[in-house]
Structure formats: C-alpha cells, structure tokens
C-alpha cells in the first residue's frame, strides 16, 4: 500500500513563496510519474504540475508556468511544489498523486493514489 503525506502548506501574502512536498511510502517511487492537483474553495479539482519517473519531462497547468516548479529526490521518496510569486488565486488545497505510468498526462484517472491534501491560503 502506497501512502502520501503532504506538507508545506500554509497562509502567506500575495507575492510570496510556499515549498509544498509530498512524501511517499512503499517501493518503487522511482517508477512513476508524480503530479500536483489542487482544489480551489467552490470549484472542481484541477491540474497544477507533474514529473516523470526520472525527472526528464514536466508539465505544467498555464497559469503556474514561470511560477511553480515540481522537482522529485527519488532517493527520499519525495516530491516538491515550489510555488513563488503567489497570488489569491492559488488559495487552493493541493494533492500529490502517483500515476499507474512512469509517464504521465494531466488526467487525474491516470493516477492511482492520492494524498491527503494540503491548504494553501494567499492573503491579498
């Protein structure tokens, strides 16, 4: 059973940072791609970022390019979201996810296990 546990998360000010990671237990981390998914208050899931299995390809949603960086430590079973230049409308709870491939897309049925989720609140 594959668990992930987010953190990082928290209130910050518009034009801020925030690292959000996701730490992954179980083997075989290295295998699959991982993506960052948040919800906003009132609306639907939505993609935000995602890595493949060894780091050579990332993908990003439009409005976090420049902004946010996803970054994976295979050898610590983890997963970042560097968010800077934070604006209100990234106030959002945020799930990491494991994809079933090693090579993922923006479809969250692509990925097989979910996090917890982590809030993350921007004051303007």
């Known amino acids: 059973q594959v668990q992930l546990v987010e953190s990082g998360g928290g209130l910050v000010q518009a034009g801020g940072s925030l690292r959000l990671s996701c730490a992954a237990s179980?083997?075989?981390?290295?295998?699959?791609?991982m993506g960052w998914f948040r919800r906003p208050p009132g609306k639907e899931r939505e993609f935000v970022a995602l890595i493949n299995w060894k780091s050579s390809s990332t993908l990003y949603t439009d409005s976090v390019k420049g902004r946010f960086t996803i970054s994976r430590d295979n050898a610590k079973n983890t997963v970042y979201l560097q968010m800077n230049s934070l604006t209100p409308d990234d106030t959002a709870v945020y799930y990491c996810?494991?994809?079933?491939?090693?090579?993922?897309?923006?479809?969250?049925?692509?990925?097989?296990?979910w996090g917890q989720g982590t809030q993350v609140t921007v004051s303007s």
């Open positions: 179980g083997r075989a981390f290295g295998d699959y791609a």
């Open positions: 996810a494991r994809s079933y491939y090693a090579n993922s897309n923006r479809n969250p049925r692509e990925y097989e296990y």
